[in-house]
């Protein structure tokens, strides 16, 4: 299995408060992506980075922001929770970006009363 | 939005059966990546299809792939209660992957 180590594994937290997910690989992978999972609407993506501080807007991005300061690590955080960002929240990473496989974590179900 | 789309959206079959599954997407493609997701888990790639490839096997799994028509479809073949899963379709266009909404696999023992 990738090593790939999604933080927290579930949360639930109240609409307008802050929530930061980790994700965290040991596969020196350069491109890494967030993407969020909903009924009838199968996997989008948040944003995604290709390498050290360089990140990009995916389909669904308003709402979110993200970092990536260390090749392991990249960060989703809502700023401001919101009852429609209640989603299961999926990392991937790959080695050649858009033309490659992709390897999930196990995901980060966020609930947002 | 959604670039590829997965057909049908749900199928129960019995064990040993084939199951079949369709994928069709709107622009051209580089490759084509076929996806497993167990309940409660993280997707788990299965195999991929370039665009210059017709057809691709591992194992029990059988893809094809058909540009003109901007279609591909997943077969596996003599399936089993641990095939079921939900089946995506990802299409790499030459930006991140685009996933579809998935096709709901039961296969009943």
């Known amino acids: 299995d990738a090593g790939i180590t999604q933080s927290p594994r579930h949360k639930v937290t109240e609409t307008g408060t802050p929530v930061t997910l980790r994700c965290h690989q040991t596969?020196?992978?350069?491109?890494m992506y967030w993407y969020r999972q909903d009924p009838g609407h199968g996997l989008r993506l948040i944003h995604y980075?290709?390498?050290?501080?360089?990140?990009d807007k995916g389909e669904v991005s308003d709402g979110y922001s993200v970092s990536r300061s260390k090749t392991e690590d990249f960060l989703l955080t809502l700023e401001s929770a919101t009852s429609s960002q209640t989603s299961v929240y999926f990392c991937?990473?790959?080695?050649?970006?858009?033309?490659?496989?992709?390897?999930f974590g196990e995901g980060s179900r966020l609930t947002v009363l | 939005s959604q670039q590829g789309e997965e057909d049908p959206q749900a199928l129960s079959i019995q064990e040993g059966e084939n199951a079949t599954m369709n994928c069709s997407y709107k622009?051209?493609?580089?490759?084509l990546q076929w996806y497993r997701q167990n309940s409660g888990r993280g997707l788990v790639h299965l195999i991929l299809?370039?665009?210059?490839?017709r057809e691709k096997h591992s194992g029990r799994l059988r893809v094809t792939l058909d540009t003109s028509k901007k279609s591909s479809s997943l077969l596996i073949t003599a399936s089993r209660a641990a095939d079921t899963a939900s089946y995506f379709c990802?299409?790499?266009?030459?930006?991140?992957?685009?996933f579809g909404k998935g096709t709901r696999l039961s296969v009943i023992a």
């Open positions: 299809i370039r665009s210059n490839e």
């Open positions: 991937a990473i790959s080695l050649a970006g858009g033309t490659g496989e992709l390897f």
């Open positions: 990802a299409t790499d266009s030459g930006t991140p992957l685009v």
């Open positions: 622009t051209s493609i580089n490759n």
């Open positions: 596969e020196n992978h350069r491109y």
């Open positions: 980075s290709y390498g050290v501080k360089d990140t």
